[in-house]
């Protein structure tokens, strides 16, 4: 049975014998939730490659103590995989950040595109911002990772060039009539050393100017096949597809 993991963000002490004191979600998810009492053991993550060995020294409704075993920096643990995608509507997008930090990914960036129906104000969006990177953070405990996916805040799709990595191997889905580089052939040309970076339009798609504007940016229209796949199915399940390339490469060196 695995260790229950909890996210602390903050720095974590390196000494054995610290104590750390946690209030707030994971509080109730330690004593009213897993029911852990003195004496069980736990981990804390911060999300920038921190693991903490901890145990449990009270619970309380409001607060746990907690004493520090051992503390490891570990390398980054995410793909090389930055995603892209046009702004869903409704909780579609919080589907989308969670199967993807889940994944490793490094960060999502939203981007408002032609067909993209959310248009939403800045406290609504501050507001959801808040909420994406929090679902991250679930992700995050639930896949036992180390590093957390970032969730950014959306652009415009004119604003796109300013957040793309040098040297990356750019994709973007589209289901035009024209594309015929499959996904999978096209990942033989990415040595998992550099970035890969997938643009997935929104519901409604990605216009041909605005898959025009990703080719003059370097992306390169590829397909997940003949199937016309909603916006999150794709995202999810290519970022799924990257994740087991990834690994079958990483584990032939």
């Excluded at 957040?163 to 998992?192: H, I, Q, T, Y």
Aim: glycine fraction near 6%; hydrophobic fraction near 40%; proline fraction near 4%.
């Amino acid at each position: 049975m695995r260790i229950p993991r909890f996210f602390h963000d903050e720095s974590l002490p390196s000494r054995q014998g610290v104590r750390i004191i946690l209030t707030g979600p994971e509080t109730h998810h330690i004593s009213r939730v897993l029911r852990l009492r003195k004496g069980d053991h736990v981990e804390l993550v911060n999300g920038k490659g921190w693991l903490c060995s901890c145990t449990l020294l009270e619970t309380k409704a409001q607060m746990v103590t907690l004493e520090v075993n051992r503390t490891r920096i570990l390398p980054d643990d995410r793909l090389p995989l930055k995603i892209y995608i046009g702004m869903l509507k409704g909780d579609k997008m919080d589907l989308v950040v969670q199967k993807v930090a889940e994944a490793g990914a490094c960060s999502i960036q939203p981007v408002f595109t032609r067909y993209s129906i959310p248009r939403l104000d800045e406290k609504r969006l501050l507001t959801r911002l808040k909420r994406w990177n929090e679902i991250a953070r679930q992700a995050l405990k639930q896949s036992q990772g180390l590093y957390l996916t970032k969730v950014l805040y959306p652009v415009l799709m004119e604003q796109l060039w300013q957040r793309l990595e040098p040297d990356a191997l750019r994709l973007v889905l589209w289901e035009g009539s024209n594309v015929s580089k499959d996904l999978f052939k096209m990942l033989k040309n990415w040595d998992c050393k550099g970035f890969l970076e997938l643009f997935i339009g929104p519901e409604g798609g990605l216009s041909e100017q605005e898959v025009s504007l990703c080719e003059d940016l370097g992306f390169i229209p590829s397909s997940l096949g003949e199937r016309i796949l909603r916006a999150e199915t794709a995202c999810i399940g290519a970022t799924v597809a990257i994740l087991l390339y990834y690994n079958h490469r990483q584990r032939r060196k």
